[in-house]
């Protein structure tokens, strides 16, 4: 296994630390709370995280994302238990596939369009990254929603200004 790969698990574990403890305190009775008419739902968003792992899988298993052909529908999660097993179940899926990469794999070429709009094109290296800030950005507006309905943020990177 390249030492890229293994710094892509190893930041895919660490990351997954975070992301865990952010989940985990979504409450269910919000679920439908919106900061503003244009935000995701809180659930939507906290879906939206819990899937993100999938993005390692998709990106190493296609050579693009095409949105006009991309009919999503995320998961129907009801409750806390389903939320976790979600996130957990696609850690798992990204972590395989990551396992299973090879160094020549990361460095082909992977495109995000809408139709024959071209959005971008970078390696799957590259997108993998992408795909890592994009989870660290959406757990972001995560904790801002969690901090508009008064539930402590848990630290990420060292404590939050909730913690002792």
């Known amino acids: 296994m390249s030492n890229t790969i293994q710094s892509l698990l190893k930041e895919m574990e660490e990351e997954a ?3 865990r403890k952010m989940l985990q305190r979504v409450p269910e009775d919000k679920y439908d709370w919106q900061p503003h008419e244009k935000s995701m739902s809180l659930l939507r968003l906290a879906t939206h995280v819990a899937e993100l792992p999938t993005w390692v899988s998709m ?3 296609t050579d693009e994302l095409d949105f006009s052909k991309y009919d999503y529908k995320p ?3 009801k409750n806390s238990g389903e939320l976790m097993a979600f996130f957990e179940t696609s850690l798992v899926d990204g972590r395989k596939h990551l396992e299973a990469a090879t160094e020549e794999q990361l ?3 992977w495109t995000m369009r809408n139709g024959d709009h071209i959005i971008s094109i ?3 290296a590259e997108v993998l990254r992408m795909t890592y ?3 660290v ?3 972001a507006q995560l904790g801002v929603f969690l901090r508009l309905l008064d539930i402590p943020i848990p ?3 060292g404590p939050s200004a909730d913690e002792d």
Request: hydrophobic share 20%; with cysteine; charged share 15%.
């Open 17 to 19: 630390v975070t992301t």
């Open 59 to 61: 990106t190493l298993t």
């Open 75 to 77: 998961a129907p999660l």
């Open 107 to 109: 460095g082909e070429n």
């Open 122 to 124: 970078r390696s799957k």
């Open 133 to 135: 800030c994009q989870i």
């Open 137 to 139: 950005h959406h757990r």
């Open 155 to 157: 630290g990420s990177y």
